[in-house]
């Protein structure tokens, strides 16, 4: 199972990325001013907003994506891991069951941080590290 501390490895080993806090002291990273991922946990209205339906378990990290179009494919493609909620209606983000992801070196993982890196990294950043990194 991924953690936080996984997370932190892969989204430090990006260009230009530092580590903050955000709402109720929540570990985010950024790039440049611009956050790409977050610890998102649900809150008591999240959870009221699955009614019957079961709540996921475990971590929850969000993850920016580049547009709505794709967050329609990573919730496609990646629909074990990857999920949303009311509160991210309009808004190019996903959220990460780290439960079902392995360590720092899980594949899935670190896709889904770098392609968050991607999507919030000042382009002229993300243009000089594509090939390296995409």
Do not use: N
Not at 6 to 25: I, K, M, Q, W
Not at 37 to 61: H, M, N, Q, T, Y
Not at 62 to 69: G, H, P, Q, R
Request: negative net charge.
């Amino acid at each position: 199972m991924a953690t936080y501390d996984d997370v932190a490895s892969v989204a430090l080993g990006l260009p230009d990325v530092t580590e903050g806090t955000r709402y109720r002291g929540w570990r985010s990273w950024q790039v440049g001013r611009a956050v790409f991922a977050w610890e998102r946990p649900f809150s008591k209205a999240d959870v009221r907003r699955f009614d019957d339906a079961p709540v996921p378990g475990g971590p929850i990290l969000a993850v920016a994506t580049e547009d709505l179009e794709e967050k329609e494919a990573l919730l496609a493609a990646h629909g074990s891991a990857c999920l949303t909620i009311p509160h991210l209606d309009g808004y190019p983000a996903v959220l990460v069951r780290l439960d079902r992801l392995g360590g720092a070196d899980d594949a899935e993982l670190c896709e889904l941080v770098v392609d968050a890196w991607f999507a919030k990294a000042p382009p002229a950043l993300a243009e000089r590290h594509r090939d390296l990194l995409g």
